[in-house]
């Protein structure tokens, strides 16, 4: 019975005395890496998600039917306005043209115009002063017509639409966004509603949803969509650039009025690098916008008579819809969780490639839910 | 024994899948629970994987865990049931199987027993008897937890018990007693 004793308790002493294991990185990482793949959904769902976006957008290109032929800029232009028969009519009426003050600047760039100055013969006197009698204030209404206009009125006609692809020319564009953004703390999705108010003219807003998935290794893709709606008028025109415009080359289209609205696609990719798991969250972003816009426009053409400032104007109403690469912009993110699942950002972004011909200071406010 | 103020904040931490501290519980643990499981386990490479299974599920279940109680204890039994369901996976036979097949010779005798023979010649028994023993001898677990733990009788498990308590006093005092050899 003794011996029994003795072997068990060798037994047990030997049992209790074992060695010290040593942690590798490579067993934590298989921890790790359980942890992620049990609270990491199946990734196929958002590839395949995002192959069906790919297919749609070239879905629309194709019914669109865009033309790489004469310009083979990244810019999807389909004009739709009178514009060139409008300014083709300068021959032989217009009973539709008034003499107005009103000006404006052109802000969106790359509009079609077609310089009608080349085509404009000088009026004779008779027509100069058949067309200083009507009103200076004037409205395009034709029923405003005198008959003592010596032109005669051409019908509309509008123009086949022009289609163009347009890549983004390279311009510093500013941005200040305040926006939700996750924090790490396991959850793999959010989803963003933002609000987005812009300081400077053109008067901008955005709403936009965007829904965020976690890749691997914290990086983090968003897809948003949103839509913005926009207005320029003459308001947004001092007098100083009315005279900067009367004193310039005459037969110009200048912008009256403009109002528009954008369906925006934004995708970028985000790495929380400081501080993630604190209710404080530091990440470098990088993304993409893209837009679907339709935008409709009052344009002004003026003419200069024998060095007699006079402005003859031809209100020009176009509408057009186009697909534009906005920008490239790179950033970052300071994220504070309000309650557990919910959270506020503030985004900072560099743009360095982008369409837009203004700075913008862009602020950006929204609500993040995160599961 | 509430814990104390270090590790409740690790633990937190560890709540909010905040990676550093979970690394650091497991840089804690990791050689206390490999141990643990490596007595359960054939091979070493066996019972990590093992632990870090269990440190999953240790991670996923962390706020189920009662402040009020010790860790150890609680970890301990997450540790113990991945090893049992390893051993599940496994070619799990709960009933005894032929002895003469579980006898490994080891290199030292009882007297001069490592800690290394003996965790051989656990890890020699057959996964019913192995599972068993260390339930019962080295956890303190009781006959009716160990029938309900691995779906057996509880008199199969005195039976295993018995057998594997047996098989180890056989393999080890099979080899040569230093006095008995011949000077």
Redesign the interface.
């Given at each position: 019975m003794k011996q029994?004793n003795d072997?068990w308790k060798?037994?047990d002493?030997?049992?209790s005395?074992?060695?010290?294991?040593?942690?590798t990185d490579e067993?934590?990482n298989?921890?790790?890496a359980?942890?992620d793949q049990?609270t990491r959904p199946n990734k196929f769902p958002i590839l395949i998600w995002l192959f069906l976006q790919f297919l749609g957008g070239m879905a629309i290109l194709i019914i669109v039917g865009i033309p790489f032929s004469q310009d083979s800029r990244l810019f999807l232009h389909a004009q739709t306005h009178e514009s060139s028969a409008e300014i083709a009519s300068w021959e032989t009426n217009s009973n539709s043209r008034d003499i107005d003050q009103t000006h404006g600047q052109e802000v969106r760039s790359e509009s079609i115009v077609q310089d009608p100055v080349e085509n404009l013969p000088k009026p004779k006197d008779e027509d100069v002063e058949a067309v200083l009698e009507t009103s200076r204030f004037s409205t395009p209404d034709s029923t405003h017509l005198t008959k003592n206009r010596p032109f005669k009125a051409a019908p509309s006609i509008p123009n086949p639409p022009q289609i163009h692809l347009e890549w983004p020319t390279t311009y510093p564009d500013f941005n200040i966004q305040i926006a939700p953004i996750k924090a790490?703390?396991?959850r793999n999705n959010y989803l963003d509603i933002n609000a987005q108010i812009n300081a400077e003219s053109p008067i901008e807003e955005q709403l936009s949803l965007r829904y965020g998935r976690k890749l691997f290794n914290n990086f983090w893709l968003s897809l948003g969509v949103g839509s913005s709606r926009y207005f320029w008028d003459q308001s947004f025109f001092n007098d100083t650039e009315v005279q900067e415009i009367i004193s310039s080359t005459p037969g110009d289209i200048i912008d009256f009025a403009r109002s528009g609205r954008d369906v925006n696609v934004l995708l970028d990719l985000e790495r929380p690098l400081f501080n993630r798991?604190s209710r404080w969250q530091l990440a470098p972003i990088v993304g993409i916008q893209a837009s679907i816009w339709r935008q409709r426009a009052q344009e002004v053409t003026y003419f200069s008579v024998y060095n007699v400032t006079q402005i003859i104007t031809d209100r020009i109403h176009t509408e057009d819809v186009g697909l534009k690469l906005d920008q490239f912009y790179l950033g970052g993110r300071a994220s504070f969780k309000i309650l557990p699942k919910w959270s506020l950002t503030a985004d900072i972004r560099q743009a360095f490639i982008t369409q837009n011909t203004q700075n913008t200071a862009t602020l950006f406010m929204g609500l993040r839910y995160k599961w | 024994m509430p814990l104390d103020q270090h590790l409740n904040t690790l633990l937190n931490r560890c709540l909010k899948h905040d990676r550093r501290a979970q690394r650091e519980l497991y840089d804690n643990h990791y050689s206390w629970a490999l141990n643990i499981c490596i007595r359960y386990a054939r091979s070493k490479a066996e019972a990590e994987e093992v632990v870090n299974d269990g440190f999953i599920k240790i991670f996923k279940g962390l706020a189920s865990f009662d402040r009020e109680q010790a860790l150890r204890p609680w970890l301990k039994r997450i540790f113990v049931n991945a090893a049992l369901d390893q051993l599940k996976k496994k070619a799990w036979d709960p009933q005894p199987i032929d002895m003469a097949n579980e006898i490994m010779v080891l290199p030292k005798s009882i007297d001069y027993l490592q800690y290394e023979d003996v965790l051989a010649a656990i890890q020699s028994l057959s996964p019913a008897y192995r599972a068993v023993f260390n339930l019962h001898e080295v956890e303190g677990y009781k006959h009716t937890e160990i029938a309900s733990l691995l779906s057996i009788s509880e008199s199969t498990s005195r039976s295993n018990l018995l057998r594997a308590k047996r098989l180890l006093r056989k393999q080890l005092q099979h080899l040569d007693h230093p006095l008995s050899r011949p000077a």
């Open positions: 029994k072997f060798e037994f002493s030997a049992l005395q074992p060695p010290t294991h040593q942690t067993g934590w298989q921890v790790t359980g942890l049990q790490s703390d396991g798991n | -």
